[in-house]
């Protein structure tokens, strides 16, 4: 029986409120992501989002407060992840793309330059719309699959 996978993401801004995305590419697809991943067994919600952010980014963060939460289920039930949406502060280190193979960039994108891209999980509307910080409410998105 297949299981849920938990995935947690980080909103991270810049001084100018452009958010920081990190570009994926699947043998000939490339989209955008948040920078986060799959939580591992034993690890907290924060201990794996800091964890990620150093993989994909090579920053250091300190977890803020969780913004947003949502499944994306694939219509044909061969993946379901549970996404769970943090606000996070940058603590450290130098940004630069993860050296793992399907990493291929990391970058401030301006919220007006968000429906440009290719975004997975479509949160597109989310983010341009909210300006997410400490104060920010949960907010439940139900399925997003896209």
């Known amino acids: 029986m297949k299981e849920p996978r938990v995935r947690v993401a980080g909103i991270l801004t810049d001084e100018n409120g452009a958010i920081l995305f ?6 000939v697809k490339e989209y955008w992501l948040l920078p986060g991943g799959g939580v591992d067994y034993g690890e ?15 920053l250091e963060i300190e977890v803020e407060n969780m913004v ?5 289920i694939d219509p044909k039930l061969s993946r379901h ?8 502060k940058r603590v450290g280190g130098k940004l630069k793309v993860g050296d793992e193979e399907i990493l291929k960039e990391v970058k401030f994108i301006k919220r007006e330059d968000i429906n440009d891209i290719l975004l997975y ?3 597109k509307e989310e983010l341009i719309k909210n300006s997410y910080n400490k104060e ?5 998105l139900k399925n997003r699959w896209e």
Do not use: A, D, G, W
């Open 22 to 27: 990190v570009k994926h590419k699947k043998k």
């Open 136 to 140: 920010t409410e949960i907010k439940y």
């Open 121 to 123: 999980p479509n949160i």
């Open 44 to 58: 907290t919600f924060q201990e794996s989002l800091k964890r990620e952010f150093i993989e994909e980014t090579n």
């Open 68 to 72: 947003m939460i949502f499944e994306s």
């Open 81 to 88: 992840i549970i996404n769970i949406i943090f606000v996070v």
